[in-house]
């Protein structure tokens, strides 16, 4: 008897590439799972730190959807790698500081490499034709497929009708007729397959799971290129675009502010790389500073903070003001009270 063939398909957390490996699974197919990690990830991420989000589920989802499908997931680092799809996308930015077609084209070739070297047979991702606007279009796939090495070896079943044959389907390993023709951004079609096969409480993430593809995250990420005059950037740089308010007084500064006490408490972990301030007569949040503010600086800055906390409507708030090595000392300010300022300096 032949063994049975081998897909490796990339798991996103997300409903599309749940249903994708389902379908493939039908056909008696053995998969496998794969999952990238970027550094720009939105799951569990946000809602692991901040108290609003202290119910909601803390998995991650690509996890999740491999018990789900009862298949082994890999999950690998490519934070080094992904920084030269981020800082030159040769298909340039979508609507934000996402570059949907070089990831694409990165992540796919990237499974490549991996089937090669473990003996798989052919790539499997959920990808449905229209549904995103810059990488899942009819010019765009074949597009992925190409220059991703992957070509004929990448199959898409939820949208593989309204597309060209792959090998797997010439070649017999998969009947094209048990394989979707779904196109277009309506959800309703996965819906109702996801209730088919029993899957319940799936993630459903805005945009995907990437938070380039978010304008507030997005925006952060640039003024922390314009602040640093080039577009490298550390772990600890995007990890910190995720947490708290931004707001950049002046060009060789910014604050970031904790907006409650779960991102207080992450924000602790960065206090010998930062100056960090937090108010000593009046409940309030912690802020860092990334940059060389001066002494000048430093009380404008102080008098920000208060301005977040339980005494900004005191006629003063002393504040305790610690630099990297941890030495400190107490400033005492007035909170600060133009609104309209403030908010024209929020990144």
Excluded at 32 to 43: D, H, L, P, Q
Excluded at 180 to 196: C, N, T, V
Excluded at 226 to 246: C, N, P, S, T
Aim: hydrophobic letters at 40%; charged letters at 25%.
């Amino acid at each position: 008897m032949n063994e049975p063939r081998k897909a490796v398909a990339l798991i996103s957390g997300g409903l599309d590439s749940l249903l994708a490996v389902k379908v493939i699974q039908e056909q008696g197919i053995y998969v496998e799972g794969i999952n990238f990690f970027t550094g720009f990830c939105v799951e569990g991420h946000t809602h692991a730190i901040r108290n609003r989000d202290k119910d909601k589920p803390k998995r991650n989802n690509a996890l999740w959807a491999a018990e789900q499908l009862g298949i082994k997931l890999h999950i690998i680092d490519v934070i080094e790698e992904y920084k030269d799809v981020l800082i030159n996308p040769k298909h340039g930015y979508g609507t934000n500081m996402n570059p949907c077609t070089d990831c694409k084209i990165f992540m796919v070739n990237k499974a490549k490499q991996w089937m090669l070297e473990n003996g798989f047979d052919f790539i499997i991702t959920g990808e449905v034709l229209g549904q995103r606007p810059m990488s899942q279009t009819k010019s765009k796939l074949p597009i992925v497929a190409k220059q991703s090495g992957a070509d004929d070896l990448l199959v898409r079943p939820l949208c593989a009708k309204n597309l060209e044959p792959t090998l797997p389907e010439l070649e017999g390993w998969l009947d094209r007729e048990k394989l979707l023709d779904l196109s277009g951004r309506s959800r309703k079609p996965q819906f109702e397959m996801a209730a088919k096969f029993g899957f319940e409480d799936f993630a459903q993430p805005a945009g995907g799971c990437c938070f380039l593809t978010d304008k507030f995250y997005s925006s952060k990420l640039v003024d922390l290129w314009q602040a640093h005059g080039h577009k490298e950037y550390e772990f600890d740089d995007i990890m910190l675009l995720k947490v708290g308010r931004h707001i950049r007084p002046k060009p060789h500064f910014k604050l970031i502010i904790a907006r409650d006490e779960g991102e207080g408490r992450f924000m602790q972990g960065y206090r010998k790389e930062f100056i960090s301030v937090h108010p000593e007569s009046h409940k309030g949040s912690l802020a860092l500073v990334d940059g060389l503010p001066t002494d000048d600086d430093l009380k404008l800055i102080a008098s920000i903070v208060a301005r977040y906390g339980q005494g900004k409507n005191a006629e003063s708030v002393t504040l305790s003001i610690a630099e990297k090595n941890g030495e400190a000392s107490d400033v005492t300010v007035k909170p600060f009270n133009d609104d309209a300022q403030l908010a024209a300096w929020q990144v």
